[in-house]
């Protein structure tokens, strides 16, 4: 089951919702003020590699100055 992110423009409250694809069409509600006028977010996605290591959020680039190399 996904989950959504919603932002209400009413409040600015962000709130997420558990839903099926028999929900799709229901009218979503701000969990905050319980106005209708939200508007999807773009989530941040989770991604695992190889055997469950998951992927670092900002992999470093290049060398740094504690990688012994100058």
Known sequence: MPIYEYKCTACG???EILTTSSNNEKTVQCSNCQSDKVGKILSVGSFR???G???PVAAP???????GFS
């Open 13 to 15: 409250h962000i709130f």
């Open 49 to 51: 590699r190889g055997h």
């Open 53 to 55: 290591t998951p992927l």
């Open 61 to 67: 680039t290049g060398c740094s100055n504690k990688s």
